[in-house]
């Protein structure tokens, strides 16, 4: 990063039960000795972080880090996106799949330096858009069935659940109410169509803090990458998280995998979507 360049370091206080305002004045101090003007500003919620990373360019910002997980990364990039500012994270949330898949360190020193000394670098970002013309985008994965449901229970009831063993802890709660979904996909010029377990649409690689959702994904090739899980037994399914927290390479009957440029999906009945871990519409969505 250029020496003047000025930089907005948005904290989401509550980010990594406090792990956000502990490490804050270390990286103050770290971006000061390396000569980076940054502003440090505690942000008093998602839209209160995505109207400052919105205006930060107008007040002569180039530059807006998400301090904090996934989330602070959504809104920053809801907010920065479409300006002429830069777009960073230092990762100290309980998520940080983003991150993960940018190639982001997860270690908040080390991704400091990076701010400090790295070069921005385009890459690709997921517009959804659900009826009545509502659009969101999203940068990581998401998708809707089962792993939708559980994503509302880790940033629920299961919240204080540490590590990947809250979306485990999620899936498997969720398990007791889902059924599977009769889904119609429009993907690309193709379609497919039958009950699934869950849809989901990556960016990044992982989702639900280092679940390998898509191992092959990569967020700069101009694809997204789809996995479709068919109805699986319990047992199976967390056999599966267990691959997925491995490797990813589940090579079952019930796993289908697509590349895609669009892709339009619409449920049997009502259907949360989610991105980056937050609900942003309901299907269908595009």
Known sequence: MHPS????????????????????????????????????LHTLSAADMTQRAASAASEGYSCVVAFGGDGAFHYVLSGA?????????????SGNDIAMGLGIPLDPMDAAHLLAHGTPRPVDVLRARFSGNQTRIFIGAGGMGLDAEANQLAT??????????????????????SQPLGVTAEIDDASWRGPLLLAAVANSPTYGNGFRIAPSARMNDGWMDLTFVEDLPWTRIFEALLILLRDGNLRWPQIHRFRARRIRLSADRRSPFHGDGEILGVAPVE
């Open 5 to 40: 360049a000025r930089t907005l370091v948005l904290v989401n206080p509550t980010a990594g039960g406090g792990a956000a305002l502990r490490v804050q004045p270390v990286i103050e101090n770290y971006l000061r000795r390396h000569g980076i003007p940054a502003d440090f």
């Open 156 to 177: 629920g009831r299961f919240r204080r659940v540490p590590g990947p063993l809250k979306y485990v802890t999620a899936v498997l709660a969720a398990l007791t109410t």
């Open 81 to 93: 996106f479409g300006t002429s500012a830069s777009i960073a994270c230092i990762p100290v949330g």
